[in-house]
């Protein structure tokens, strides 16, 4: 037999062979009619399962958002329908408004001096715990529970009266020969009370240190004391890269939490930003412009600022993570 006519008896069986091949993938990929009936349940019970979230999400997240957004370029009192002004409450805010960059420069004093020491506090504590077994879980207990009632009306108002003229703190300074008058009608000393009011809410973020720093390996701490590390060498070079992706989580979410104070300071002023404007965060002071003021457009341009600000500095911690955040697993 030529090669021509081998070539012409084992091309079909080729072709044939291939076009089984074919067919046969063709019925592995595609679905039955019973696969695409049940796929349909499941989607249409996941679909089902989604819609309330879906319907609250619509209804009172993006919608309110949106209508915000409209109301910030309008002015609106709550009484008569929305004016539209286009940018006038952007211009006047940074431009007219004393109190408006008086309640930016307190908010921004609280966020920069507040947050780096509460967390501070958190890890200190967090790495007391994780050397201490005995008495560990009513430590964490003891040092979580703040962090829950921290927000609430009934804590700032027994804050306030801690810290009035008269009160246990200021009792307790004239003991040494420290005569206060008490921290909340201090102008000098009312921010840092609100700042300390913080701290003490360290119970969260040390959770979440102390979670990170179970995860940590010994066997990297057994290797810097046998090259003659000591603890504070130990701590720079093995602790903070290992805990720099938990650094970043507590970092990014306490910087937004701090943006948005308000209870604590409307509770300690009576709702008046005082002393001298010192408690006037951005929150409390967009709250009595919309409500008190009833200038509900100017509130919500302030707030679509804090959107924007909260916004960018999230996007610059994102954007600086990779030069100090290490990952398991990730080469630097």
Known sequence: MSIAQEAAVTQPSTATGTSSGSSDDSRKTSPTPGRLKANRR????????????????LG????PMIYSLYLSFTKYNLFSDPQFVGFDNYVRMFTQDPQFMQSVQITLIYVLVGTPVKLAAALGVAMLLNYRNKGSGFFRSSFYAPSLI????????????????????DSSLSIFGINIGGWVGNISLVLPMMILLAVWQFGAPMVIFLAGLKQIPQELYEAASVDGAGP??????VTLPMLSSVIFFNLLLETINAFQVFSSAFIISNGSGGPAGMTNFYTL??????????QMGYAAAMAWVLLIVVAIIAFVLFRTSNRWVHYAGESK
Request: net charge positive; no cysteine.
């Open 285 to 294: 002071y967009l709250y009595k412009r919309g409500f008190a003021d009833g």
């Open 150 to 169: 921290g927000a609430s009306v009934s804590v700032a108002i027994v804050w306030r009266a801690m810290f009035s003229s008269g009160g246990p703190v």
């Open 60 to 63: 009172l997240t993006l919608g």
């Open 42 to 57: 499941e989607n249409v019970a996941g679909y089902s399962f989604l819609l309330p979230w879906m319907i609250g999400f």
């Open 232 to 237: 504070v060498r130990k701590f720079k070079s």
